[in-house]
Nanobody
């Protein structure tokens, strides 16, 4: 039983920033890989970023250089710092976790075992 609860979403102007958070509970062994996905209406769900328990991070090309994924020392909170936001970043952002590092290498939805309910990010202008 892994529970993931996102927060930090909201509405911002283009060029602004948001820091998304994901509070995680359950066995740490069940979330050796954690990540963020996003989905906008009319678009497929896409992987945004992942981070392994050893700190290895990966990013989608669309957010590389603008977004930063991180976690606290205990791995109980996952973060996504989003900078230089544009309208194309508008989406529901979901936190994910999986017991295996494999999911972090693929960043595919089917490879992740646990999901949060999502937090909405809306970028205007």
């Amino acid at each position: 039983q892994v529970r993931l609860v996102e927060s930090g979403g909201g509405s911002v102007q283009a060029g602004g920033s948001l820091r998304l958070s994901c509070a995680a509970s359950g066995y740490t062994s069940s979330r050796q890989c954690m990540g963020w996905f996003r989905q906008a209406p009319g678009k497929e769900r896409e992987g945004v970023a992942s981070i392994q328990s050893d700190g290895t991070a990966r990013y989608a090309d669309s957010v590389k250089g603008r977004f930063t994924i991180s976690k606290d020392n205990a791995g109980n909170t996952l973060y996504l710092q989003t900078n230089t936001l544009g309208p194309e970043d508008t989406a529901m952002y979901s936190c994910t976790a999986d017991p295996s590092y494999y999911a972090c290498t693929t960043l595919r939805p089917a490879d992740f075992s646990y999901w949060g309910q999502g937090t909405q990010v809306t970028v205007s202008s």
